[in-house]
């Protein structure tokens, strides 16, 4: 493989450039014409149907059911809740022209679906029958990025999902908030294998128009926090101005509660930053599209026809099994060149096959995770496999979970908390609760509350900026 | 079913007000706040995935990947095939502007994506190693609609794939195209029950930028001809401007061979009008998210609790053997009412459970598509349904294969021609190739040619309008 088609610089010397030369290099999304875009190219998009399997999987079997919005919302709509129109209208990207014509109304392109989907909930829900109303989408939403932009972390378009549920009462939108973020939390850990700390928001950073967002949030080993998926309970915010109301089994009528909760694309740049490595992408493998390659080793005719067709065979076998397995038969590429080249793309495992090991009924097995071969006997090869595939999904994981636990330290004055939070890293600290220490604290480090902890912790200090009582124990990091 | 919720119309009363209230009252679809655009509703989007389902496993056989491409293209990108501009921008919605600055440069919302797609494609394309490039993309495109909007039917935004595919040679596009217009005939066929006319288009009629356009066309019952799904060989009109080269194994630089294709939510239409009758939807087995729904029947708790255990388990046993059931459990509505509302709603097949048919070990399965009950032993349940079902596909498609082969006639004489064009229908007409004559005949009947037939038929008069010698023999009808 030439030094143009492998990375040219290490995660350890500049990781920034690292993760784009990973992105281009592993043909994960490339740029697009317009700055702040990106198109997500085969592979990228593969992993993304993964996630989109997963979820939908999980959602569907607790009565979810998807739909399709409109992308354009009249202005007069998008300002019907008006903390959420100031909170995305610097973000908007409008359309003025429809052909040659000027549009009496600006429509925005959606920054996200609550307004347009609440103008059709208010027509649908009538009755307590109604509910709860559990619906999701799966979309492209647009958010004129300013701040330098960055594939799948940061682009003015992005891939997600954004849900909506209606309930009769508070009590049934938290419960729906916590059984999505659960859901979140088992798609990120099982699924990506990254870790990730469950907490709400402050109110200052809070979804603009909701009672209270929950989230997930980890650590890049940058030492930056990154936000994976955000689960809100909107409470009677959007359902007042847009006449969300049903008729009670007690007759009357009621303004309805409801959440909405959102992951994108981002997932994928969690997953680059998290697991890769100098080589490349390194892909859990609940998540890689492709979880096997085989890569036959000949160097004559003769040779060539009895090792694929040993391939053929184990392909077939795989295949059967439900291993996502992919036989590279290509010409004219050495061995040697798509070993780099599986390596860059992250497959976990390579399944080697020359004459040797079509003598002796068996083949090589080498891990991406760790730099580990294994000789395996042909009559083992499934079992085997599935067993190696598992192990570097937990492998994964635990590497992962370790390196989060190490970065989550506790600050007890502030001037130790301006040193740490260089280092990077969740830094716990108690807080008074009071706003403006919130805010000066971005101010002066560059940190915000990343989260409150769901399981809330003993408070064992003042407030770490104005020393008045610390009423709650709060994850601060510098973030994405 | 009270008759605010049923269709209040005859489909042979009024054609376009029934084909709205199956939209509106089976939940297919919505009326969104800004005019002419949609809301696809879960009803809906399970029949889209359907579709998309069976698509995605067709072309991915073939080596088809799907990727995404941004929503919005800079406008001198989209200027960059000068036919295909002017075809698109009297429809294109444009960005102008982006929280609160003005856009440099207007971006269009994609009408279609070949030039943001080409504009990656003349990164990525570099040797014939890199052919062919096979990809497709699920997303949702946007054209103002000036004329008269009908929900799936001619809707500003609407969802569909579109596939942009780059060859060596013409003769792979060729070959691609029709590969591709053979599983949309496929899909119609087969999933959805419609017959289809394949053909080319006319030079008139065919895709902006494209060197020749076939088409698939079918009847709907009001006579009026419908494009199902088009597929066009783009020859170089695109590589050229684009720059999409490959170096060829003679090491020389070549311009590449394109094509694209597409199909859109349009089918759902389609579906809804052809099998729809005056009780709703009628959904082919094949298409149908929900093929057997399974109504109980009980005056007492006690029986009540008989009807349920049995229901349970043939909603278990449908299950595993992979038949798409739902069992319909709610309280609060009498048989009756549920009988009527999953007829609106199209399901192949209703399994009635009553006291009666625990004690005498049977079920009674009533048919969609015509009216016909059947009582059936427990033992033959999941047999007699898989048949059942076959067979409601099967004579769905009959029935429209007959509707479509009695409304092809044939024009010896224009006058001829312009009083059967006002019944509706295709017809088949000699014409000398001149635009001009085609152009005329729109003009003056409202009909257009729709297609060119695949398999050449035998010329037998002379031109339909000018008189002069007929050159091929070409299918004219007013169309959706």
Redesign the interface.
Known sequence: MSKEIGLTVKKSEDFSEWYTQVVLKAELA?Y???KG??????YG??I??RIREYFDYRITKLGH??????????ES?LRKEAEHFKGF????????????DTIGE??A?RPTSET?VY??YS??VRSW?DLPLL?NTW??V?R?E?KGTKPFLRTS?F?WQEGHTVHATKEEADQEVMTILTIYEDLVTKELAIPALKGTKTEREKFVGALYTTTLETLMPDGKALQMGTSHNLGQNFSKPFEITYLGKDGQSHFAWQTSWGVSWRLIGAVIMMHGDDKGLVLPPRLAPIQVVIVPIYYSEADKKKVFEKANRINRLLNRKKIRVHFDDRE?YTPGWKFNEWELKGVPLRLEIGPKDVASQTVTLARRDIIKKAVVTDSKISKEIADLLEEIQKNMLRKAEEYLEKHILTANDYSAFKKEIEAGGFLRANWCGDTSCEASIKEETGADIRLLPLSEEKVFANCIYCGKEGKKVVYFARAY
């Open positions: 490339d697009a014409p317009v875009f990106m198109v997500l190219r085969p998009y593969a993304w149907e059911k998807n739909a399709y919005f409109p992308a354009l919302i009249p709509l209208v610097p973000e908007v990207f409008w359309v003025t022209q429809a052909g040659n600006r429509l392109i347009i103008a059709s027509k649908w029958r619906l979309n492209s647009m004129a300013i378009e891939l004219g």
